[in-house]
């Protein structure tokens, strides 16, 4: 199955180019021009490790304790939006609820393992940034189901896992990127030997808390906006 599904619809026409080119010279993109890294790894749906999807996050910080990332399927400008992450440290980690904690993954194996890469950096420069990645944890949605060819975002939002133990990453789709980017996972694991993970250590209620997760949709009542009387004057 297609990881990068052709989108249904007409080919963008003449007209909305020229509009979208009058529009950037004359809006302000705060948000999107903040976005200043670009990482690679691989997440899987929280309750289906055999479902693995490559993803580019495209991240920016709100603060050094916290930085947030638009997830695509490619590096390419016609790359699909399927979801976002946020990262944060591991002492932002420790503050949130026990319930709350499971829906968030650790990096610690991902970065140490080599598997967690930024496209075309220098590698000194890399490795400095990835000494804060290795201890933080992440919080992963994903919208767009593209590892299982669908050509739009369709169903719920899933919850997304990254590698946490060696076995888990599918070879063929590890062996793909190695060669498509040209870098080789087994020795970034070598040079990456010394970094460290959270101060604490991996928190059990991380990771899913061992078990798998998955979002469901369930029928509620809907609650009613209060009725405010309406004054006449």
Known sequence: MSTHPEVPGEPTHTTTALLETATSAIQGFGPINKI????????????????QVEAHHFCAHQNEEMRQCLIYDGPEADAKLIGLEYI?????????????????HSHEFEVKSGVLFMPRMPALVERQDLEKVCKTYGKTI?????????NLPLGLPQIMMALSRDGQLDEKLARDCEKRFGVIFDKERE???????????????????????????????????????????
């Not at 691989?42 to 490790?49: I, L, N, P, S, T």
């Not at 994903?142 to 669908?150: A, I, L």
């Open 142 to 150: 994903h919208f767009w189901q593209v590892d299982r060819g669908d």
């Open 191 to 233: 040079n990456r030997a010394y970094m460290k993970g959270p101060e604490h250590g991996i928190h059990p209620l991380a990771n899913g808390a061992g078990t798998g997760l998955q979002t469901k949709l369930r029928e509620v009542d809907c609650k009613p906006t209060e009725s405010v009387p309406r004054v006449f004057v």
């Open 36 to 51: 200043h890294q670009h990482l690679c790894a691989f997440h899987f749906y929280g309750h289906d490790m055999t479902r």
């Open 88 to 104: 944060i440290s591991e002492n932002l980690f420790m503050t949130l609820p026990d319930m709350e904690k499971p829906l968030w």
